[in-house]
């Protein structure tokens, strides 16, 4: 690879596909292994429904890898004012976390609570993502925008050699999996002290995704030559793709079928073989949004992109406040369907449910001054900028221009 010298970079229409997709499938994901108890009646079909949740569980990864692609492709090649970006990302993350974080604690929290004990417990889980079970994907975004101007000099320096400091993140990341899976998950060790701790709060932790935030901030710097490879090679991506489900799926039978295993560990998220399929699903999905952004230019900008921009734009809000949505389908929506109709049709029926009111919610408020902070959004302005006036970063997108 030659590196990439950032002058002046054009907007990424894929980044809105993506960002569309990672929010749909965290949806899918919570609906799906949430129901799965309530909803199945026999063994096999909780295992499918399982099955199905394992595979989608590589939405934490894409997450992560948006988030490091997105902030590198905006900030590499100039300075980083440290106190300016961690004021500016403040506002459009740390204040709408907060917020939802209060009312995820007023809402399950009894009503007669005492307030020092409110205020207590409000500050405890604010600190470990715990006001409801989504906010960790925002905990760890408001951790890697901490350390991103210390991470993006480590991009620097590394960006000469990107396969030795893929391989090595890589390598980083699969010895961490395979050692916390086969010791803290299966047990091996008395949870006390800090392995209690660990154990409680290690998904909630950047470090454990560190491969993800280093393949994103590689892949921005060497973007062009990573997409000309994917439309280049698109049947070894999607074989790739293909082979990585059926293995992660297969791995996941052989789990439950043949060694017995808990469902709960051989569905985890941090385990080995999520570092070999969450790239090729990753490149995959990047590969779709490639081929979607095929002869686009600054004056014509991909089919149907209005549309996605849009959707893409409420993702941020979406991860927010969907559990509130997921409550009431969980509550009364799929309880009310006829026990006759298939597991997957009411699961569906639920995901497409909380994804078009969470949306809807989210559309409403990015119209209004002050409110649309609350999902990390600017107040609407009189005239809606072009999309090359537009950066990657959500939410609060910096001001990138398009050029050759």
Known sequence: MSQVKNAR???????????????????????????????????????????????????????????????????????????????????????????????????????????????????????????????????????????????LALMKKVARHPWITLLTSFTLQVVYLYADYHTVQMGRIPLVGFWHYYARYAERCILSYQFYFVLGGITAIYFPQVRAFLLRHGRVVVSCAVIAVATFTLHYIIQVRIYHEPIPHASAVTQPMMAFYSPCIIFFLFWLASRWTINTSPQQPPRAFKFWHTLSDTSFGVYLCHAFMLTVALSWLIPAMPTSWPVALRVFLGWLFIASISVSFCLVLLRIPVLSRLIGREAPKKATPPPENKSLATPNRDVVKLGA
Do not use: C
């Open 9 to 151: 970079r054009p907007y990424i229409y894929e980044l809105d596909l993506l960002r569309v997709v990672t929010m749909l499938t965290v949806i899918a994901v919570h609906i799906t292994g949430i129901s799965a108890a309530s909803i199945n009646t026999t063994t096999a079909g909780l295992q499918a429904q399982n099955a199905v949740v394992n595979l989608l569980h590589v939405n934490r990864s894409i997450f992560m890898f948006i988030s490091a692609f997105a902030l590198v492709y905006v900030y590499y090649g100039k300075p980083v004012q440290t106190i300016q970006f961690w004021k500016k990302r403040s506002l459009g993350i740390l204040l709408p976390y907060v917020v939802w974080s209060f009312l995820y604690e007023i809402f399950k929290l009894p009503h007669d609570v005492p307030w020092p004990i409110f205020f207590r417990v409000l500050a405890v889980d604010t600190l470990t993502g715990q006001a409801s079970f989504q906010l960790y994907f925002i905990l760890i975004s408001i951790q890697f925008y901490i350390i991103f101007p210390f991470f």
